[in-house]
């Protein structure tokens, strides 16, 4: 009888009930293919194998307690990149912004140009005046539209370009009989820059330019 046999006897009860580990069960099995003897121990067990109660119930609490914790921490991971993923996809679509559709917030009908006091003014009303503007673009002279930010050639630069955009989120609150406001701003001074030439609305989805103002 080797060191071996010692060991895999220890461990027969526990495989006979059927509660040993995965790496134990192997370890007796892989034994008693070359061992007559410790195979005979093991038909002995059979089912009358003697542990005491106390013990079984004890390595049975054991591994409940252990599947228990497993399967919380399981959901409370999947809770939480489930309630990630939502907050991630809410401050995106909070955040993002789109341009107004023009017919549906009727731009063209809301939003002006006007020439007073020595200066260019832009008006709007109805539901585009609930917005801010967000982006003025300018063109140069090859009609290359440049966002606000961008570097520009100031010889060539000859027109405002103006684009509505709202939030994505905005749309569901779309209320055009709520929406009565209406703003101007002054968009530059005529004696200040006389290189501008227009003030056009830019529609950035379709690429196109409706003139709203030319100097004379
Ligand atoms: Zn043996």
């Not at 495989?15 to 121990?41: F, G, L, N, T």
């Not at 079984?56 to 959901?75: F, G």
């Not at 630069?157 to 569901?172: A, E, M, S, V, W």
Request: proline share 2%; aromatic share 10%.
């Amino acid at each position: 009888m080797s060191k071996n046999c010692d060991m895999i006897k220890d461990l027969l009860p526990l495989y006979a009930d059927d509660i040993c580990s995965e790496e134990s069960r192997k370890a007796v099995e892989e034994h008693i293919k070359s061992c007559p003897d410790c195979k005979v121990e093991l038909e002995k067990l059979g089912k009358n194998v003697v542990v005491s109660p106390q013990k079984d119930a004890n390595v049975l609490k054991r591994i409940k307690k252990r599947l228990r914790i497993e399967k919380i921490v399981v959901s409370i991971i999947s809770i939480m990149a489930v309630c990630g993923i939502l907050l991630y996809g809410l401050v995106y679509f909070i955040n993002e912004y789109e341009s107004m559709d023009m017919e549906k917030y009727k731009i063209l009908e809301n939003v002006s140009v006007s020439e007073h006091d020595n200066a260019v003014w832009l008006d709007i009303k109805g539901y585009a005046a609930s917005f801010d503007i967000d982006v003025l673009t300018l063109s140069d002279t090859n009609g290359k539209h440049l966002g606000i930010d961008d570097d520009f050639d100031s010889e060539k630069k000859n027109g405002y370009g103006i684009t509505l955009k709202q939030r994505k989120i905005d749309d569901f609150t779309f209320n055009p009989i709520g929406s009565l406001k209406s703003f101007e701003m002054k968009i530059f001074d005529l004696d200040e820059k006389k290189d501008m030439m227009k003030v056009f609305y830019y529609d950035d989805i379709n690429n196109k330019e409706y003139i709203l103002w030319e100097r004379d």
